[in-house]
């Protein structure tokens, strides 16, 4: 039922999604692979390749979240809905749980390809690390691991954009919730620059979980505490949704 | 069981609402640079009683503002009442809201999915009713003439009330709650879905409350009816009883009753003359009156518009009742 008019309201954006990392895979497809001289290289890509994705998925983190039992109390069907025999929880569960589960659809879909880019890459060198990728402090992942790790650290980063954007919209019962997300995070990143700036020793969390350890300007290997880090940001991103619920319940509609 | 569809108990819905003003100099200027801060309430619902028995069309009248949305929306559990008791079929819509929607119809806001169609809507609306029917949204559309291929923004007022009524009517519902459905409708389509109300919902005893400022619609269909205004009850009565009893007495004499006695509903004095209005016992009244030596000058029943403005409290208005009608 909800299921069903989310999924219509937002099929559109998934499927143009979908069909830009399936443009991007035939790109792939398409290109010649030329010849990477060292393997070490591909260490020092995968920052990259996580802030490359991080940006357009966050984005649309922060504009999926702006569908759902928000927008339909902004758009004035919240006495429709509300009015339906179901708990006002089961529209706001439904629509944040169908937003995550096309956020890690399309997170999946662009860490394959670009696994399957890298994967291609590391033949090119004869692949002598039989699909690891080493690190400069000795350290060394097999090419899954990496594809495994870099999904979850963007699926982390994209939830947390979505789902702080879902939730204001409910609370402000007004699509303008997207627009006080997108404020609170650039807010926060100013801040933690800020604080940077005055208290050198002071670090304010990152909003994207430094997957890897940086050491003299290269990347080292898998940061301390990464578990804890995904399990704290894990923690956060639920934290919204029960709060939302419990405005939500408290709501006059 | 109990022989009432709806009941409310001193219920109560208030609003808070904060102002800030600045002080403002009679030059116009800002004074001061402070504010003056302070809670305003707005007493939405403020202590009603109801009691709409089941089987009745009740009709919930009342001015713009006076408290009826508001009402139905607590009812419907889309508001949270801030004192009081209340009860829809027997159920309390703060505890047990997913029963009682199962059982009722609620058409408050007349806005439903603005991107959907009207075959999406029944398609999103029938999973949610145990008791929904195909063959009513079907046999409803075609008698209301909805147009049910188009989306539900781009539907005339008339057909966007319909589509709503349609989906109230094929959830099967035992009582059904609307809120003025015939608010900016033309004759033909106000008539159209009063027909449909009374004879295929009402007449199978089922219980039909409609809010309305309306009145000679809820006249025509309505057997009981409640008059609120600020918030409060202030008459609720068979719509028969109501026509039979109420009546104007117009008497001139010195020395006569005051307002105070239960049956006389009103007082007004002009050039002489006294005019009661009188809600029960009328000829009891009227000897009194002459046995205390006052001449009746006449006695005249009233209709609903009269009785509303009376009870509103715009009777010396004397607003022509077409008006409100």
Partial sequence: MYLWKYWRDTRIIFSAAVLVIAALFIEILRERVGRVADAHQFANALPVFLLLQSLPLGFLGWFLGSFGIGRDLGEGSGSFLCSRPKNRSYFMWCSWACGLMQLLTIVALANMVLWFQIHRLLLSTGDASHGQISFPDGTSLSLISILCLTCAIVFLLVALVFTLTFSLTVVMKNVRGIIYGAGILVGYMILAARVTHYWHTVRLPNLAIQQFAYSKGQVAGIADHLGVSMAVRLAVILLFPFATQIVLEKMDI | MSDLAIQTQSLQKHYRSFHAVLGISSQGKVA??????????????????????KGSIYGFLGRNGAGKTTTIRLLAGLAHPTGGRMQVLGLDPQTDRIPILERTGFVIDKMLIPSMTGNDLVRFNRGFFPRWSDALAAKYAEVLEIPMKQKFRKLSTGNQTKLCLLLALAQGAELLILDEPTAGLDPVVTDQLLRVLVDDFANEGRTLFLSSHHLSEVERVADWVGIIDHGKLLLEEC???????????????????????????????????????????????????????????????????????????????????????
């Fill in chain 2, 239 to 325: 719509l028969d009883d109501v026509r039979a009893h109420f009546r104007r007495v117009r008497v001139v004499g010195e020395n006569l009753p005051a307002v105070s006695r239960d049956q006389i509903f009103k007082t007004k004095t002009s050039e002489g003359t006294t005019e009661y209005i009188v809600r029960n016992d009328v000829d009891g009244f009227i000897a009194q009156l002459r046995s205390q030596g006052a001449t009746v000058l006449d006695v005249s029943p009233m209709n609903l518009s009269e009785i509303f403005l009376e009870v509103v409290g715009k009777g010396e208005a004397h607003v022509p009742v077409e008006v409100l009608a």
């Fill in chain 2, 32 to 53: 001061h640079p402070s504010l003056h801060k302070h809670y305003h309430f707005l007493r939405a619902v403020d202590g009603l009683d109801m009691h709409v028995p």
